[in-house]
C-alpha cells in the first residue's frame, strides 16, 4: 500500500475547549502534520461562525457548527459538523475525511 503524502494543517481554535482538544487530536493522526500557527501551504481549518450547542437530558452536550477548509487564503470547501459528547470520534473521524478531501487526497 502506498503512503500517503504527509499534509500540513493548522487548526484555528474555537470558543470551546473540549471541541478543540478533540479536533486537534484528529489532525495529529496521519496524514495530518498540526502545526503551530499558519504557514505557507497549510490546510487551515477553521470554524468560523458561531458554534450552536445543545444541552440534552439523556444524550449530553450535542454542537453543530461550520467548518471551513482553506489554504492560502483560498476557501477549498466547507461541511457542517454535529458532534456529540459521547461520540466525539465519529465526529472528528468526519471531520478528517472532510479535511482530506478539501486537501485534494480523497478517501
Same mark, same amino acid.
Given at each position: 500500500?502506498?503512503?500517503?503524502?504527509? /499534509?500540513?494543517? !493548522?487548526? @484555528?481554535? %474555537?470558543? =470551546?475547549?473540549?471541541?478543540?482538544?478533540?479536533?486537534?487530536a484528529?489532525?495529529?493522526?496521519?496524514? !495530518?502534520?498540526?502545526? &503551530?500557527?499558519?504557514?505557507?501551504?497549510?490546510?487551515? +481549518?477553521?470554524?468560523? =461562525?458561531?458554534?450552536? +450547542? =445543545?444541552?440534552?437530558? /439523556?444524550?449530553?452536550?450535542?454542537? &453543530?457548527?461550520? +467548518? /471551513?477548509f482553506?489554504?492560502?487564503?483560498?476557501q477549498?470547501?466547507?461541511? +457542517? @459538523?454535529? %458532534?456529540? @459528547?459521547?461520540?466525539l470520534? =465519529? %465526529? &472528528?473521524?468526519q471531520?478528517?475525511?472532510?479535511?482530506?478531501?478539501?486537501?485534494?487526497?480523497?478517501?
Amino acid at each position: 500500500m502506498a503512503q500517503q503524502q504527509p /499534509v500540513s494543517v !493548522f487548526f @484555528e481554535p %474555537c470558543n =470551546d475547549q473540549q471541541l478543540n482538544d478533540a479536533i486537534a487530536a484528529a489532525l495529529t493522526q496521519p496524514p !495530518f502534520v498540526l502545526q &503551530t500557527r499558519n504557514m505557507s501551504g497549510a490546510l487551515v +481549518v477553521a470554524i468560523p =461562525d458561531r458554534i450552536t +450547542v =445543545d444541552h440534552l437530558k /439523556v444524550s449530553g452536550i450535542t454542537w &453543530t457548527f461550520t +467548518v /471551513v477548509f482553506s489554504r492560502n487564503g483560498d476557501q477549498l470547501g466547507q461541511s +457542517v @459538523e454535529t %458532534c456529540n @459528547e459521547h461520540r466525539l470520534s =465519529d %465526529c &472528528t473521524d468526519q471531520l478528517a475525511s472532510d479535511a482530506k478531501s478539501a486537501a485534494g487526497m480523497g478517501q
